[in-house]
């Protein structure tokens, strides 16, 4: 059995806070459901296949992947480390919250599974991206080649209408019909299974990763384990009460240095929260833009990818504020009050102090805000 000797303690109610984000993430949902119905239309004529556009969007969706896993690995690692200290009543609580989400994830992955008609920002189009290759891209346009040679006035003329000339040929219009390539049938089931199944890993991922981070954060809170002060009876009145004072000076001296350290391991969670979600944007957005390269024309559809990506930026900073600062006030109360004691003076944990600092918190939560704008400035510029 594993001994509970040197391992902190934290109350249950702390765990209170992990709400906030959670009800950020539920309006977040609400919100686009009620405001943001995303639009899936399919265009008459989508691009002939290119295989150098469709590769690199591909890629880059496998790149952002890598980035995003590399994240989550560190911000799960980052959570056991936390999780050592903490004596088997906090884990247990721990454990409970940990298989309430996993269960929570694993339904909603499910349910995106099973979901056929789930809608997302360019669901229809990704349907038809995942099924599209450059077989199915000549046949589709020989098809329509044909129909329309099949359809039109040849031959000789009529009786009673010698001397008429037979229409031109209509020229092809550019592109694939979309209408036609339908009719081929549906391939490319694998190739879509296997980009829901991607999603929902990525969406259980993220759950549970940064829940970890926001209760790896609410340990910063978890006290230290109680140290009796020591007394000997041989002692003089006089002298244990000195001693006892300096003790006492001694044991407030420590809490203060443990809140010290437990403000700078708050931040740690801030800026590995950050570079989650930051990872994560940039996944969803070369995801949602991949299925662009059958469009013939895709500015408006980037456009609105981008207004989204941007919102969801918005939406990742309003969850990081939403467990930093409750957990960042806290300790900052604790260590004003131990420093009034022992010091004379309060203050801010060191962890909090000097422009630096302060900067670099202020870019920790809004990291996701500036990744989500990014994209656009970057088409922007392009």
Not at 120 to 143: F, I, N
Not at 205 to 231: D, G, K, S, Y
Not at 260 to 269: D, F, M, V, Y
């Amino acid at each position: 059995m594993t001994d509970d000797r040197g391992r902190a303690e934290i109350p249950a109610r702390y765990f209170a806070i992990a709400l906030l984000p959670a009800a950020m993430f539920l309006i977040n949902l609400f919100v686009l459901w009620l405001y943001a119905d995303p639009p899936n239309p399919l265009p008459a004529r989508i691009a002939e296949f290119a295989a150098y556009k469709e590769a690199s969007a591909r890629i880059g969706v496998l790149a952002t992947l890598m980035l995003f896993a590399g994240a989550a690995v560190a911000a799960l690692l980052f959570f056991f480390v936390c999780l050592r200290t903490i004596n088997r009543q906090g884990r247990r609580i721990i454990g409970g919250c940990f298989l309430g989400l996993a269960v929570t994830a694993a339904l909603s992955g499910i349910l995106i599974k099973n979901r056929t008609t789930v809608a997302y920002a360019g669901s229809s189009l990704t349907r038809v991206a995942a099924a599209y290759d450059k077989e199915r891209s000549d046949s589709a346009r020989a098809a329509e080649k044909k129909g329309m040679e099949a359809g039109l006035p040849g031959g000789p003329s009529p009786a009673g209408a010698e001397g008429k000339v037979a229409p031109k040929p209509k020229k092809l219009a550019d592109g694939v019909a979309v209408d036609i390539l339908a009719k081929q049938g549906k391939p490319g089931q694998t190739r879509l299974a296997r980009m829901t199944a991607l999603q929902m890993v990525q969406f259980i991922v993220t759950t549970l990763a940064f829940a970890a981070l926001i209760m790896a954060a609410i340990l910063c809170l978890a006290e230290p384990p109680a140290r009796p002060l020591a007394e000997s009876s041989s002692d003089s009145a006089g002298e244990s009460s000195q001693r006892t004072e300096s003790e006492r000076l001694a044991a407030q001296a420590a809490m203060l240095r443990h809140w010290e350290r437990q403000s700078s391991w708050l931040n740690h969670c801030l800026y590995l929260s950050a570079l989650l979600l930051g990872t994560c944007l940039l996944f969803i957005n070369a995801f949602l833009r991949w299925p662009g390269f059958v469009l013939t024309e895709h500015g408006d559809y980037d456009a609105y990818i981008a207004t989204l990506v941007s919102y969801y930026g918005f939406t990742f900073t309003v969850m990081l504020a939403s467990f930093y600062i409750p957990v960042a006030a806290i300790l900052t109360d604790r260590v004003k009050r131990l420093s009034a004691s022992t010091q004379g003076e309060t203050k801010l944990p060191n962890a909090f102090q000097g422009p630096l600092q302060i900067l670099k918190i202020v870019l920790g939560l809004f990291s996701t805000s500036l990744a989500g704008v990014l994209p656009a400035i970057i088409d922007k510029l392009a």
